[in-house]
């Protein structure tokens, strides 16, 4: 079965600080990975997406990395902000499958100041 | 601009009655989605539409139905509501098979008493 597990489930950082979430998936066949950002009462926003062959991309603050070996990624938040507090959502996308995707639990992040 | 719509934004209803969600585009995406969100899951898939008078089930559709009429709206249908489907609602849209960013709308939280 296609999964898609994330770590932590919540976090809690200081304005200011770094912090990485982590995705680890075991869809197959692979098709490319996105990361997700819903804010609180919002539907999920597209903040990056990596293909098999791509093993980084940023946007802005944010990086995300892909393994597609261990199939593992990760998004690294630099210079955190209050803003940053969302949840962020791992999404693989199944190779070959009519634009299905499979959704990760998500991180819940805290900023404080 | 183009933008997706959800209403109602809130509803409470009691179990047994019939509950109708709303989603409206203006993306002109033949893609359109229907997804729920509770905790401790990700996004879950209902039904989907790949365009007008193509629906099909997804992996919770049990006591859900959708209908596609026109490319602008997927409306959701709860036949008989149960408790277990007080959940957050969210829709979505992407423009073809091969661009496979879905667009999420701002969602609807049901509550079913």
């Known amino acids: 079965k296609n999964q898609v597990e994330q770590s932590p489930q919540s976090l809690i950082i200081l304005e200011g600080k770094n912090c990485t979430l982590q995705?680890?998936?075991?869809?197959?066949?692979?098709?490319?990975l996105r990361w997700y950002k819903q804010d609180t009462g919002r539907g999920p926003v597209s903040l990056t997406i990596m293909t098999f062959s791509e093993n980084t991309k940023s946007n802005g603050r944010y990086t995300a990395t892909l393994d597609a070996d261990t199939k593992q990624s990760s998004l690294h938040i630099t210079a955190s902000q209050l803003s940053d507090s969302a949840s962020y959502i791992c999404v693989v996308t199944v190779n070959n499958a009519g634009n299905m995707l499979t959704f990760g639990g998500g991180t819940r992040l805290m900023v404080k100041p | 601009d183009a933008e997706i719509t959800q209403s109602p934004r809130h509803k409470i209803t009691e179990t047994g009655r019939q509950v109708t969600l709303a989603c409206h585009q203006t993306?002109?995406?033949?893609?359109m989605f229907w997804y729920r969100q509770d905790l401790g899951h990700g996004l879950r898939l209902i039904h989907y539409s790949y365009g007008v008078q193509d629906t099909n089930k997804g992996e919770v559709s049990d006591g859900y139905s959708v209908s596609r009429s026109n490319t602008e709206d997927l409306p959701l249908t709860l036949e008989s509501a149960a408790s277990s489907q007080t959940s957050v609602y969210f829709c979505?849209?992407?423009?073809?098979?091969?661009?496979?960013?879905?667009?999420f709308g701002p969602g609807t939280r049901l509550t079913v008493l």
């Open positions: 995705c680890n998936y075991t869809v197959s066949p692979f098709s490319n």
């Open positions: 979505a849209t992407a423009p073809g098979l091969a661009d496979n960013e879905q667009f």
């Open positions: 993306w002109n995406h033949n893609n």
